[in-house]
């Protein structure tokens, strides 16, 4: 299985400011023949299932607000929350859809410094 | 829209049988596969394994393979998830998840959860 790391394991961060979480896998997860990263991002709030944010690596989801943006390729990832606002208080999950079974992070916990 | 609507929370004992069930609607059913997830408290979600409501073409994860069985019964748009003797360890919430299409673990719309507890 690919193994899937996120760090930090939780981080706060004032109102306005940046976040970014980093998200790496024990091998690839860019597809050749599509030039494709099967990275996903997550968003879970409290007694809510996750939520999917970005897909492809770095292609947000219809609705997503532009402050959420994914980056990285191969085995390197980033998300980068931009203007932090209270309503992103959340575990961000990053997961690999390259190979059986999906794997995901461990999570990451935003909150308001 | 796309809904998923899961049944509600389970208390068995270990050993006991249960099933789960997980009800789309907004969408064209039988196009798409259905996953079923775990996450356990304060742990990151599990992909467990997936169906294909117009032939139930089923696909799990070494991990839960033959603990669990995952079907769907496409008239009435319901996706289950069994088990026929159920362990303390599966505890845990329980997620169904519509698969977006041309992947199989890539989840774009989720259930709301079933919270399955397990004690004797």
């Known amino acids: 299985d690919i193994l899937m790391t996120q760090s930090p394991d939780s981080l706060a961060v004032s109102l306005g400011e940046r976040a970014t979480i980093s998200c790496r896998s024990s091998?690839?997860?860019?597809?050749?023949?599509?030039?494709?990263?099967?990275l996903a991002w997550y968003q879970q709030k409290p007694g809510q299932p996750p939520k999917l944010l970005i897909s492809?690596?770095?292609t947000r989801e219809s609705g997503v607000p532009d402050r959420f943006t994914g980056s990285g390729s191969g085995t390197d990832f980033t998300l980068t929350i931009s203007n932090l606002q209270a309503e992103d208080v959340s575990v961000y999950y990053c997961?690999?859809?390259?190979?059986?079974?999906?794997?995901f992070g461990q999570g990451t916990r935003v909150e308001i410094k | 829209e796309v809904q998923l609507v899961q049944s509600g929370a389970e208390m068995k004992k270990p050993g006991e049988s249960l099933k789960i069930s997980c009800k789309a609607s907004?969408?064209?059913?039988?196009?798409?596969?259905i996953a079923w997830v775990r996450q356990m408290p304060g742990q990151g979600p599990e992909w467990m394994g997936i169906?294909?409501?117009?032939?139930?073409?089923?696909r799990y994860s070494a991990s839960f393979q033959g603990h669990v069985t995952i079907s769907a019964d496409r008239s009435i748009s319901t996706t289950y998830l069994e088990w026929f003797s159920l362990k303390a360890s599966d505890t845990a919430l329980y997620y169904c998840?519509?698969?977006?299409?041309?992947?199989?673990?890539?989840?774009?719309?989720w259930g709301q959860g079933t919270l399955v507890t397990v004690s004797s």
């Open positions: 998840a519509k698969v977006s299409a041309g992947t199989y673990y890539l989840l774009d719309h």
């Open positions: 997961q690999q859809f390259f190979s059986t079974p999906g794997t």
């Open positions: 907004g969408y064209t059913f039988t196009n798409y596969w």
């Open positions: 492809w690596g770095s």
């Open positions: 091998q690839t997860v860019l597809y050749s023949s599509n030039n494709k990263n099967h």
């Open positions: 169906v294909y409501p117009r032939d139930s073409e089923t």
